[in-house]
């Protein structure tokens, strides 16, 4: 008798739904016979602007070496980050994409028996690395879309190995102060990694959000994640990193894939940390793009969760699938919540202004349908 595999799978695993990904343009234009090159994907918090020049120019060079494995120390990239962040070279891990870097968390601290704790409408991604590994999720009821970090401070038990937070927090866009995150640090016990997951922190520079490296020399029981996807524009290249004590940075090495960051991905990611204009110019492009999108929500009577993120989510006042059905059919594609526990919000990346022009006319036209 041949065995049942998916029963036969460890408990977590049987029980983890799959991460959804935002829409493909490819798969939409197949469905509906769409020509890709009018479909609008503001869907999966991509930098708009597509590559800098500087970093294609650093992929082409390397693409001589492709036949050789990559620098599975990432030595180049590990030298700019830690000069860049002010920590040790051996504080840094790298990893593929900053998903890589939550995943190596979950496999080195937790276990069955152990658990993580997260908020509601936390990022997708903590609840499948803690039940890939059988450990438990404490998930936090949020505060007005938020972390209610005191809440979760409660949640926190002798069984608790890693607490996830976001800030700015993915799909919310909700964000917490430096006090709230020094107050939160000061109480969470020592026995309890606290993963800070920056993904969009570059988006938020000069406003109330808290620089999570500014604590590392606190709490050695911190550690602070960050990504090439978003601002820097390399989504697709898979390049993320956390910063922690040389310990943590050790314990994850041990379990990392030995040459997790490809070469063209290294050598893009140094070429893109070093182009502070790049930078500039998408973090100027998302403030001007959150405004226009949010001045179209206001003419549409539509309300909005508050983000200092890369995109924003809409509050359509009713259960939003039909309208994100609709949006497919005009060939916009957006992020629907539902899974994240918000049925009547759509998550929009901010796009280009004509990309978000072109979003808001589909959205007027699919709300006038009814
Ligand atoms: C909050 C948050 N953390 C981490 C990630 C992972 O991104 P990546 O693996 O591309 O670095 C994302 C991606 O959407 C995110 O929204």
């Keep these: ?3 049942n595999f998916l029963t036969l799978a460890q408990p977590g695993v049987q029980q983890l739904s799959p991460y959804v990904p935002g829409k493909p343009v490819d798969e939409l234009a197949r469905e509906l016979n769409l ?6 994907k503001l869907a999966s918090n991509e930098n708009p602007l597509g590559p800098s020049p500087k970093v294609l120019a650093a992929i082409r060079e390397e693409l001589a070496e492709l036949t050789r494995y ?27 994409g900053s998903n890589d870097i939550l995943e190596l968390v979950g496999r080195a601290y937790l ?24 450990a438990d999720a404490k998930v936090v009821p949020a505060k007005e879309w938020g972390h209610d970090l005191p809440a979760m401070l409660a949640a926190i038990d002798a069984q608790t190995r890693v607490v996830f937070i976001a800030n ?12 709230a995150l020094s107050d939160f640090l000061q109480d969470v016990p020592e026995h309890v990694l606290v993963v800070l997951d920056e993904a969009y922190i570059e988006y938020a520079k000069g406003s109330d959000l808290p620089n999570g490296l500014d604590f590392l020399a606190a709490y050695p029981n911190l550690l602070v994640s960050r990504t090439f996807s978003k601002a820097y524009g390399l989504a697709s290249l898979r390049v993320g990193y956390g910063l922690s004590t040389a310990v943590v940075a050790d314990v994850l090495n041990r379990v990392r894939q030995p040459f997790n960051v490809n070469s063209l991905a290294l050598a893009a990611a140094c070429a893109a940390v070093k182009d502070a204009e790049y930078l500039e110019e998408g973090r100027r492009l998302n403030e001007s793009g959150m405004l226009q999108l949010q001045e179209g929500f206001r003419e549409l009577g539509l309300g909005w969760i508050p983000s200092k993120g890369n995109f924003i989510c809409v509050d359509l006042g009713q259960v939003a699938a039909p309208v994100f059905q609709g949006l497919l059919r005009e060939g916009v594609i957006v992020r629907p919540t539902a899974n994240y526990g918000m ?28």
């Design 70 to 96: 990559p620098d599975g120390n990432g030595f180049a990239l590990k030298s700019l980050l830690a000069q860049k962040c002010g920590v040790e070279l051996n504080q840094v891990t790298l990893g593929n």
């Design 35 to 40: 020509d890709p090159a009018n479909i609008v």
């Design 343 to 370: 049925p009547n919000h759509l998550r929009i990346t901010i796009g280009l202004p004509a990309e978000n022009a072109r979003f808001l006319e589909a959205l007027a036209k699919v709300l006038a349908r009814g």
């Design 111 to 134: 276990a069955p028996g152990l658990n993580a704790v997260f908020s509601e409408h936390a990022f997708a991604v903590y609840p499948i690395v803690t039940q890939a590994v059988g």
């Design 1 to 3: 008798m041949s065995g």
């Design 168 to 179: 700015p927090n993915n799909p919310t866009g909700t964000w917490f102060d430096a006090q």
